[in-house]
């Protein structure tokens, strides 16, 4: 199989739970902390390599206790890292808040060194990124990075997949070179100016995006599972629980891994939302964001079911 490679950012996640969040100027005492490897393109790296992908991962780090943490997390994973040192500055972290009654979350993500990904880093990888079976990006690195990643992507004929996250303006010109946009519903909001609160008003975000030149929509609908809209076809692809919900920080980057792992593979697409509904369904009964991501065993188990 062909390797699946991401471009993003990997950050320390510290996270914290309380019964509620404080406000400005208050100090309020937290139930827990954890310490532990995140960032976007880092977590959707080791849901897919552990889902069974041949996964290369493209970022920078500085040269800290912070990257020690990324190295370890991506060996046990099995992601190959493809990592510029960064000595001008440092290697990122993120505020994690987590509500205890609900599991849901807010987060303040500072990139650090992930923050300077450029062009130039991308052609620097281009010959592994036109290797690639399946090209993967977001938005926490600067854009026109991952839009000059797109491009040498779709120019050798390899399928490409954004994660358009955290939530931004985009031009119509880095839609159109992709093969799938994956936003959930506040994401898919942004793009649109559509609300997303039902898997109707999903449906109507996805043909605006589609009408900006994307090739197909899959918007991640949390508790509803996931819509998947192209020009020939929508189909609802109901959640796949694995269990009482915990967290739910990583759960769409649990979902790309997946995704990408089984249009890798190449299952039909409908089939590849699913995988990636299963992998999120899984994560969201643990704890933490890479360290929740499931073995494939268990997903192919709980697809089996």
Same mark, same amino acid.
């Given at each position: 199989?062909?390797?699946?490679?991401?471009?993003?950012?990997?950050?320390?996640?510290?996270?914290?739970?309380?019964?509620?969040?404080?406000?400005?100027?208050?100090?309020?005492?937290?139930?827990?902390?954890?310490?532990?490897?995140?960032?976007?393109?880092? =977590?959707? $790296?080791? *849901?897919? !390599?552990?889902? &069974?992908?041949? %996964?290369?991962?493209?970022?920078?780090?500085? @040269?800290? #206790?912070?990257?020690?943490?990324?190295?370890?997390?991506?060996?046990?994973?099995?992601?190959?890292?493809?990592?510029?040192?960064?000595?001008?500055?440092?290697?990122?972290?993120?505020?994690?808040?987590?509500?205890?009654?609900?599991?849901?979350?807010?987060?303040?993500?500072?990139?650090?060194?992930?923050?300077?990904?450029?062009?130039?880093?991308?052609?620097?990888?281009?010959?592994?990124?036109?290797?690639?079976?399946?090209?993967?990006?977001?938005?926490?690195?600067?854009?026109?990075?991952?839009?000059?990643?797109?491009?040498?992507?779709?120019?050798?004929?390899?399928?490409?997949?954004?994660?358009?996250?955290?939530?931004?303006?985009?031009?119509?010109?880095?839609?159109?070179?992709?093969?799938?946009?994956?936003? =959930?519903? $506040?994401? *898919?909001? !942004?793009?649109? &100016?559509?609300? %997303?609160?039902?898997?109707?008003?999903?449906? @109507?975000? #996805?043909?605006?995006?589609?009408?900006?030149?994307?090739?197909?929509?899959?918007?991640?609908?949390?508790?509803?599972?996931?819509?998947?809209?192209?020009?020939?076809?929508?189909?609802?692809?109901?959640?796949?629980?694995?269990?009482?919900?915990?967290?739910?920080?990583?759960?769409?980057?649990?979902?790309?891994?997946?995704?990408?792992?089984?249009?890798?593979?190449?299952?039909?697409?409908?089939?590849?939302?699913?995988?990636?509904?299963?992998?999120?369904?899984?994560?969201?009964?643990?704890?933490?964001?890479?360290?929740?991501?499931?073995?494939?065993?268990?997903?192919?188990?709980?697809?089996?079911?």
């Amino acid at each position: 199989m062909k390797p699946i490679v991401i471009l993003g950012i990997f950050v320390a996640d510290t996270a914290y739970r309380a019964e509620r969040q404080p406000k400005m100027g208050e100090t309020i005492l937290g139930t827990s902390f954890v310490l532990g490897p995140g960032g976007k393109g880092s =977590n959707q $790296s080791v *849901a897919a !390599a552990m889902a &069974g992908g041949r %996964v290369h991962f493209i970022t920078r780090l500085g @040269a800290d #206790a912070f990257a020690e943490i990324a190295q370890a997390t991506w060996a046990k994973a099995g992601v190959v890292p493809e990592i510029k040192v960064d000595h001008e500055s440092y290697t990122g972290a993120a505020y994690i808040f987590i509500e205890n009654a609900t599991g849901n979350n807010a987060i303040i993500v500072s990139p650090g060194a992930a923050g300077r990904v450029s062009a130039q880093d991308v052609e620097d990888k281009a010959e592994l990124i036109q290797s690639a079976a399946i090209f993967v990006t977001q938005l926490e690195q600067p854009i026109l990075a991952a839009q000059r990643a797109l491009e040498i992507a779709r120019a050798a004929g390899v399928t490409t997949i954004l994660n358009p996250a955290p939530a931004a303006s985009l031009p119509d010109a880095m839609l159109a070179l992709c093969d799938y946009v994956t936003p =959930n519903e $506040s994401e *898919a909001e !942004a793009l649109t &100016g559509l609300p %997303v609160t039902s898997v109707a008003e999903a449906k @109507a975000a #996805a043909a605006a995006l589609l009408a900006k030149g994307v090739g197909a929509v899959v918007i991640t609908l949390g508790d509803k599972g996931a819509l998947y809209h192209d020009a020939q076809q929508t189909v609802h692809v109901p959640v796949v629980s694995a269990g009482p919900v915990v967290e739910t920080t990583g759960a769409g980057d649990a979902f790309n891994g997946g995704f990408a792992v089984a249009l890798a593979e190449g299952r039909n697409v409908i089939d590849a939302v699913r995988f990636g509904c299963a992998t999120a369904g899984i994560s969201v009964t643990r704890p933490g964001t890479a360290p929740a991501m499931p073995a494939r065993a268990e997903i192919d188990a709980l697809l089996a079911r």
